[in-house]
């Protein structure tokens, strides 16, 4: 059964930085893209990060210089470096799995409050 817990989200000021982490078990991580979205209250869940097997990485222009993804193939997770928080980073922040011919899976969630 595939599993993505994510863990590390909480509350933090402007300014501050968060780690999240996200755990994976049950399917072949090393063939996988993976990304972390984010879903603010009446808007579309959207891309931030994401990360293909070989290791590049790319990221939603409002957080490129802030954030940066990294997985490790050894503990199979994905983690997500954010720096310089903004109120606007504020969300449920998701990890995905994701391949061209196989089922993707999505965690269950973490909330980031960035706030005052």
């Known amino acids: 059964q595939p599993q993505l817990v994510e863990s590390g989200g909480g509350l933090v000021q402007p300014g501050g930085s968060l780690r999240l982490s996200c755990a994976t078990s049950?399917?072949?991580?090393?063939?996988?893209?993976m990304a972390w979205y984010r879903q603010t209250p009446g808007k579309q869940r959207e891309l931030v990060a994401q990360?293909?097997?070989?290791?590049?990485?790319d990221y939603a222009d409002s957080v490129r210089g802030r954030f940066a993804i990294s997985r490790d193939r050894f503990k199979k997770t994905t983690d997500l470096q954010m720096d310089n928080l903004k109120l606007e980073d504020t969300g449920v922040y998701y990890c995905?799995?994701?391949?061209?011919?196989?089922?993707?899976?999505w965690g269950q969630g973490t909330q980031v409050t960035v706030s005052s």
């Open positions: 049950g399917f072949v991580f090393d063939v996988y893209t």
């Open positions: 990360i293909i097997p070989g290791g590049n990485s």
């Open positions: 995905h799995a994701t391949h061209r011919y196989r089922d993707d899976y």
